[in-house]
């Protein structure tokens, strides 16, 4: 396995990353900045993306404290369902593993689904599980009002 780069989690990608990793990865960590008051990610978490002879790109969260995941990642996605695709993983890496809840529902308690836009392939928002709305652009959490569902 290569390791093609690590960089911080809300910093773009450095040059040498593919370019279709750099809407999902800088998007994702945009909204990773916004996690509930009380809570942090490990120090020193960041991305790192590899590359495996057979199985392609690796795309994870590593950490000095050993946070780590890793997903199996196909680059010829189309931006906004690779993106709603690193967001759902690194959700479910968070929520088991760090045992944060992120990002929650505005007005809700439940967690936001992440999922790629039906009519926009650039494009992938967070729904709220209840009423099924897309509420926020993946990337933007946090950027102005929420819409009221
Ligand atoms: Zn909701």
């Known amino acids: 396995m290569r390791t093609i780069a690590t960089w911080p989690l809300d910093a773009p990608p450095p040059p040498d990353v593919p370019a ?12 990773l900045r916004h996690l509930p008051a009380d809570a942090r990610l490990p120090d020193g978490a960041h991305w790192e993306l590899s590359e495996e002879p057979w199985s392609g790109f690796l795309l994870g969260l590593g950490g000095t404290l050993g946070l780590r995941y890793t997903l199996e990642v196909d680059p010829y996605l189309p931006p906004g369902p690779l993106t709603a695709l690193v967001a759902e993983q690194v959700q479910d890496h968070v929520t088991g593993y760090e045992f944060l809840q992120w990002p929650t529902c505005p007005g809700h308690v439940h967690l936001l689904v992440p999922a790629p836009d039906p009519d926009d392939g650039e494009r992938a928002w967070w729904h709220c599980r209840r009423s099924g709305r897309p509420l926020v652009r993946i ?11």
């Open 20 to 31: 279709e990793f750099r809407t999902p990865c800088t998007r994702v960590g945009r909204d």
């Open 139 to 149: 990337g933007d959490l946090g950027a102005g009002p929420p819409a009221t569902a």
